[in-house]
């Protein structure tokens, strides 16, 4: 199993719609999630933090499914701006080496 | 302001030739890393230090060096034996170590003349 895998989309949705990603890693052990953001031709900036009891912001909710090794991002009532590429980031599989980052799954917000 | 600041934001590359590209935080962080994205990819890690006069190769270091003289500052040379340079190369830091988010330069952008 890859130790990071997303579904690189695009979802296309329309303004005001609730959209959610998933995120699938393969390191039974691991404690410490995040969602980035990257915007075209920009560096990704951090969005979220995912601990055993899940996270939200606003209308931005992250989850984590230990039973079934993944990740979720929920964005409720989606603005044009939302449009945007989301990477999920896992720890590794072995030892002491840096997270890893999904290749990301791209939104587009439509009007 | 704290942050990581990468210089030059867009780069021309003569074939054979050797560049350097410029990183440098200063949010006291332990840890740097250097990335390559490829348009419409994810990103690719070329190196990562966690300490001074210490660091790691990562997925794609060859045709890369880098060095971590200072704590402040990585910086990376993509030498003539990486054949295919043009990219946008980021730059990121960490506190406290790898296992933490790193906060990501603005990023350079590297073409071939």
């Known amino acids: 199993r890859k130790e990071v895998e997303q579904d690189p989309g695009p979802f296309n949705v329309p303004e005001g719609a609730t959209v959610a990603f998933n995120c699938t890693y393969s390191?039974?052990?691991?404690?410490?999630f995040f969602w980035y953001r990257q915007d075209c031709r920009k560096e990704p900036k951090l969005l979220m933090s995912?601990?055993?009891s899940g996270n939200e912001d606003g209308r931005f909710t992250a989850q984590l499914n230990r039973a079934s090794q993944y990740i979720s991002l929920l964005i409720r009532d989606s603005k044009l701006s939302d449009s945007a590429t989301y990477l999920c980031?896992?720890?590794?599989?072995?030892?002491?080496?840096?997270?890893?980052f999904g290749k990301g799954t791209r939104l587009s917000v439509i009007a | 302001d704290g942050g990581i600041t990468q210089s030059p934001k867009y780069l021309f590359r003569k074939e054979g030739q050797n560049v350097t590209l410029s990183c440098e935080q200063n949010?006291?962080?332990?840890?740097m890393y250097w990335y390559r994205q490829d348009p419409g990819q994810g990103l690719r890690l070329i190196y990562y230090?966690?300490?001074?006069?210490?660091?790691q190769k990562g997925d794609i270091a060859e045709g890369y060096s880098v060095s971590r003289e200072k704590k402040e500052s990585f910086p990376l040379t993509v030498t003539s034996a990486q054949k295919n340079p043009t990219a946008f190369y980021l730059c990121?830091?960490?506190?406290?170590?790898?296992?933490?988010?790193?906060?990501f330069g603005d990023g350079t952008r590297l073409s071939i003349l």
């Open positions: 230090s966690q300490i001074v006069n210490d660091f």
């Open positions: 990121a830091s960490s506190i406290g170590g790898i296992g933490q988010p790193q906060h």
């Open positions: 949010l006291n962080h332990d840890a």
């Open positions: 995912v601990y055993s």
């Open positions: 980031v896992v720890p590794p599989n072995s030892g002491n080496t840096p997270l890893v």
């Open positions: 390191n039974s052990a691991s404690q410490s």
